[in-house]
Nanobody, 115 residues
Framework: QVQLVESGGGLVQAGGSLRLSCAAS????????MGWYRQAPGKQRELVAS???????DYADSVKGRFTISRDNAKSTVYLQMNSLKPEDTAVYYC?????????WGQGTQVTVSS
Protein backbone atom coordinates (compact mmCIF):
# COMPACT_ATOMS: atom_id res chain seq x y z
CA GLN A 1 0.00 0.00 0.00
CA VAL A 2 1.48 3.29 -1.14
CA GLN A 3 1.38 6.13 1.35
CA LEU A 4 2.60 9.68 0.84
CA VAL A 5 2.42 11.97 3.84
CA GLU A 6 3.06 15.67 3.40
CA SER A 7 3.96 18.11 6.14
CA GLY A 8 5.32 21.62 6.54
CA GLY A 9 2.54 23.78 5.19
CA GLY A 10 1.21 26.82 6.99
CA LEU A 11 0.64 30.55 6.94
CA VAL A 12 3.51 32.83 6.03
CA GLN A 13 3.91 36.45 5.00
CA ALA A 14 4.96 37.39 1.50
CA GLY A 15 8.72 37.10 1.16
CA GLY A 16 8.90 34.33 3.72
CA SER A 17 9.93 30.70 3.40
CA LEU A 18 8.49 27.26 4.05
CA ARG A 19 9.85 23.76 3.63
CA LEU A 20 7.50 20.98 2.66
CA SER A 21 8.30 17.32 3.26
CA CYS A 22 6.74 14.19 1.81
CA ALA A 23 7.50 10.84 3.39
CA ALA A 24 6.81 7.84 1.17
CA SER A 25 6.19 4.20 1.99
CA UNK A 26 5.04 1.18 0.03
CA UNK A 27 7.12 2.05 -3.04
CA UNK A 28 10.72 1.62 -4.12
CA UNK A 29 11.34 5.29 -3.54
CA UNK A 30 14.77 5.51 -5.14
CA UNK A 31 13.59 4.56 -8.63
CA UNK A 32 10.59 6.85 -8.74
CA UNK A 33 10.28 10.36 -10.08
CA MET A 34 8.77 12.45 -7.31
CA GLY A 35 6.78 15.59 -7.85
CA TRP A 36 5.11 18.46 -6.06
CA TYR A 37 1.86 19.80 -7.46
CA ARG A 38 -0.44 22.53 -6.25
CA GLN A 39 -4.06 23.46 -6.65
CA ALA A 40 -5.47 26.88 -5.88
CA PRO A 41 -9.22 27.47 -5.42
CA GLY A 42 -10.99 27.45 -8.76
CA LYS A 43 -7.87 26.38 -10.65
CA GLN A 44 -6.55 23.13 -12.05
CA ARG A 45 -3.82 21.20 -10.32
CA GLU A 46 -0.43 22.17 -11.73
CA LEU A 47 3.08 20.81 -11.55
CA VAL A 48 5.39 22.86 -9.34
CA ALA A 49 8.57 20.78 -9.43
CA SER A 50 9.73 17.24 -10.06
CA UNK A 51 12.90 15.31 -9.40
CA UNK A 52 13.92 12.17 -11.24
CA UNK A 53 15.56 9.07 -9.81
CA UNK A 54 18.90 10.44 -10.99
CA UNK A 55 18.31 13.79 -9.29
CA UNK A 56 17.36 15.87 -12.30
CA UNK A 57 15.03 18.64 -11.20
CA ASP A 58 12.47 20.51 -13.29
CA TYR A 59 10.44 23.53 -12.25
CA ALA A 60 7.44 25.48 -13.34
CA ASP A 61 8.48 28.86 -14.72
CA SER A 62 6.55 30.60 -11.96
CA VAL A 63 8.76 29.13 -9.23
CA LYS A 64 12.18 28.96 -10.89
CA GLY A 65 14.82 30.61 -8.76
CA ARG A 66 12.59 30.57 -5.67
CA PHE A 67 11.79 26.91 -5.03
CA THR A 68 14.15 23.95 -4.72
CA ILE A 69 13.16 20.30 -4.83
CA SER A 70 15.40 17.66 -3.29
CA ARG A 71 15.22 14.06 -2.21
CA ASP A 72 16.74 11.82 0.45
CA ASN A 73 16.51 8.24 -0.75
CA ALA A 74 17.72 6.88 2.60
CA LYS A 75 14.68 8.49 4.25
CA SER A 76 12.29 7.96 1.32
CA THR A 77 11.48 11.65 1.57
CA VAL A 78 11.19 14.45 -0.95
CA TYR A 79 11.39 18.10 0.03
CA LEU A 80 10.31 21.41 -1.44
CA GLN A 81 12.12 24.46 -0.13
CA MET A 82 10.06 27.54 -0.95
CA ASN A 83 11.65 30.96 -0.63
CA SER A 84 10.47 34.45 -1.53
CA LEU A 85 6.89 33.29 -1.31
CA LYS A 86 4.19 35.31 -3.03
CA PRO A 87 0.44 35.47 -2.40
CA GLU A 88 -0.09 33.69 -5.72
CA ASP A 89 1.74 30.67 -4.29
CA THR A 90 -1.24 30.09 -2.00
CA ALA A 91 -2.63 26.62 -2.71
CA VAL A 92 -2.90 23.09 -1.45
CA TYR A 93 0.37 21.34 -2.25
CA TYR A 94 0.37 17.65 -3.12
CA CYS A 95 3.15 15.11 -3.32
CA UNK A 96 3.10 12.60 -6.19
CA UNK A 97 5.06 9.46 -6.89
CA UNK A 98 5.75 8.14 -10.35
CA UNK A 99 3.91 10.77 -12.34
CA UNK A 100 0.37 12.23 -12.42
CA UNK A 101 -0.96 9.31 -14.46
CA UNK A 102 -0.50 7.09 -11.41
CA UNK A 103 -2.85 7.23 -8.41
CA UNK A 104 -0.12 7.89 -5.85
CA TRP A 105 -0.91 11.17 -4.15
CA GLY A 106 -0.59 12.55 -0.67
CA GLN A 107 -3.46 14.15 1.19
CA GLY A 108 -2.17 17.66 0.55
CA THR A 109 -0.87 20.43 2.78
CA GLN A 110 -2.18 23.99 2.75
CA VAL A 111 0.20 26.85 2.04
CA THR A 112 -1.17 30.34 2.56
CA VAL A 113 0.88 33.43 1.77
CA SER A 114 -0.44 36.71 3.09
CA SER A 115 0.35 40.04 1.46
Amino acid sequence: QVQLVESGGGLVQAGGSLRLSCAASGIIFSINTMGWYRQAPGKQRELVASISATGRADYADSVKGRFTISRDNAKSTVYLQMNSLKPEDTAVYYCNAGGPHLPYWGQGTQVTVSS
